[in-house]
């Protein structure tokens, strides 16, 4: 470029015009060629640029900090000062527990079950302070944590309100709940031994409790026990007290959907209020199980026997659930009677588990393709009818044999031990047994099978849980009657169906090779687990409660 060219040169710079942001940019021109040039080339251009907003701030009104504008114009801080939104709220609210059944009043009257930092509690907590809390909006509430026994509950609340023209000021503040003692109704009436308000008595006229111990599991597996206040186990049957009627109620139907029973019902009493015209009972429930229990030999009516397919008239009982399961040991054939039929047509046990004596079994046949009469009922297909001759094992000594017929032929082999009653040597008082031609009255009656006892002991893995019941007048036979219900449901699967089985972990079977002398047992699959407090809580459950 020669001498005179020209250059130019562009200096941009920012100012305010009118409140607008407006860029100017300045063109110079140097090397001026003429003085009469240089208006020419000074030139200048505003170039407005796009209008940004933004934000200023005021001074606070109180203590002149500048804050953001707002529809108070005050700070937080000062706003604070000025405005409590928490006022009229309780900061500290006594709450009433039960220390007997654990658990908390929910006013007027309802005692409800929560656990510590649960949603229950919570709830509960929200309820007392809910009235007060009218006026404000509850944004977020939570427990702050405390010593478990400082009868102390902590909530953190955060709650919103709408203040000096139209702010709207949020809080965070903490609510303490004072856990104060008082006993709840039922407990008073716990204590003050004058407690239930209604009691289902259980009663069976049998020496044995077979019948007692199938019902006390399917109690405990359907957790009917629960609601009870007491549970009192006397000579002949259970107690169950309840403080409430309708609790009784629900236990007087289940027994009757699992037992055969009848029932009746009484009431006495307590009190009459004249001016509201309401009255105070105390009701009773009586229900009588059948005098029937498993393994008993009956004789029944001969109506009875025609109506049930002509089947014998002495027959033995193999299970007992909302039906009797009877079995003729002389034509296999099968029969349920039911309640209604029994108290018809009733009909009592011959003999006594107690009379239960030792056999041999000296010869045995096998009875097949037997053809049953004219309108006969169902047979058992599960059982094998078998012709035995047998000898008492006190009677080794001598000669003396009984013949006999029996279910139990798929079970039995020459040498073997069974159970059963003589009635060749006994007397037996029964009308419809005197009545009957005694040709057709069998000399022994087998039962089961009979296998060491204390074999089956050792080598058990398995228990039961019991309910917690009060006792008195108990007999000392009670031990090796509730073995005989051990044994019966490790023979009868059909009768563990209804019955949770728990392994027991502190029992190691002890297995050799003379033990397996073919005694039915309980598989692993049909076993629970037994939840304890130490697994639940990692073994410090125990140290935990101390």
């Known amino acids: 470029m020669g001498p005179h060219a020209m250059s130019s040169v562009t200096q941009p710079f920012s100012t305010d015009l009118d409140g607008k942001n407006v860029e100017l940019k300045v063109c110079a021109e140097s090397h001026f060629k003429s003085p009469q040039e240089s208006v020419r080339l000074s030139r200048m251009e505003y170039i407005q640029s796009a209008a940004t907003s933004t934000q200023g701030n005021i001074l606070c009104c109180t203590c002149g900090v500048p804050i953001p504008p707002n529809p108070a114009n005050m700070c937080v801080a000062c706003l604070r000062t000025q405005v409590d939104i928490s006022e009229g709220i309780p ?286 009922g169902m047979r058992s297909n599960k059982h094998t009818l078998a012709e035995l001759w047998v000898q008492k094992t006190s009677e080794m000594n001598t000669c003396q044999q009984y013949h006999c017929r029996t279910f139990l032929g798929h079970l039995l082999n020459i040498g073997d031990l069974v159970m059963g009653y003589d009635f060749a040597n006994s007397n037996v008082n029964d009308e419809f047994l005197n009545k009957m031609n005694p040709h057709h009255v069998p000399d022994v009656v087998l039962i089961k099978k009979s296998f060491d006892r204390s074999r089956r002991v050792r080598r058990r893995n398995w228990k039961l849980q019991e309910m917690a019941k009060d006792r008195e007048g108990m007999d000392t036979d009670d031990e090796r009657q509730f073995q005989d219900f051990l044994e019966d449901l490790e023979e009868d699967e059909a009768l563990r169906k209804n019955v949770n089985i728990f392994r027991d972990a502190s029992k190691i079977p002890v297995e050799s090779d003379t033990d397996d002398d073919g005694a039915p047992r309980i598989s692993l699959a049909e076993m629970l687990e037994e939840l304890s407090l130490s697994d639940a809580t990692g073994g410090e459950g125990d140290d935990m409660i101390e």
């Not at 527990?97 to 654990?102: V, Y």
């Not at 949603?119 to 009235?131: A, D, P, Q, Y």
């Open 91 to 376: 900061k500290q609210v006594t709450v009433h527990f039960c220390k007997q059944c654990e658990r908390y009043l929910q006013p007027p009257a309802t005692w409800v079950q929560c656990a510590l930092e649960s949603r229950e509690l919570l709830t509960l907590c929200l309820k007392k302070i809910k009235g007060s809390m009218n006026k404000v909006r509850l944004i977020d509430a939570g427990f702050l944590w405390t010593e478990p026994h400082s009868k102390r509950i902590k909530m953190k609340l955060t709650i919103q309100k709408e203040v000096l023209n139209g702010a709207i000021l949020q809080q965070v503040f903490v609510v303490e709940y004072v856990i104060q003692a008082q006993m709840c109704d039922d407990c008073h009436r716990v204590e003050a031994k004058d407690f239930w308000k209604a009691v289902v008595q259980v009663r069976q006229k049998t020496l044995h409790k077979k019948t007692f111990y199938y019902l006390e599991q399917l109690i405990l597996k359907h957790k009917l026990h629960q609601n009870t206040l007491n549970i009192k186990e006397i000579h002949e049957g259970i107690d169950f007290y309840y403080a409430s009627k309708q609790h009784a109620q629900k236990m007087v139907d289940f027994l009757q959907c699992t037992v055969p029973c009848r029932s009746k019902v009484s009431q006495r009493l307590i009190s009459h209020d004249i001016h509201s015209n309401t009255y105070n009972y105390k009701s009773t429930y009586s229900m009588e199980i059948v005098p029937v229990c498993k393994d008993n030999v009956v004789c029944l009516s001969p109506r009875l026997a025609q109506s049930l397919g002509n089947m014998g008239q002495v027959c033995v009982c193999v299970r007992v659930t909302s039906t009797i399961h009877l079995i003729d040991p002389n034509t296999l054939q099968i029969a349920e009677v039911d309640s209604s039929t029994y108290w018809r047509h009733p009909f009592n046990s011959l003999c006594n588990p107690r009379q239960l004596e030792e056999f041999i079994v000296m010869d045995i046949d096998i009875i097949r393709d037997q053809k049953l009469a004219v309108g006969a």
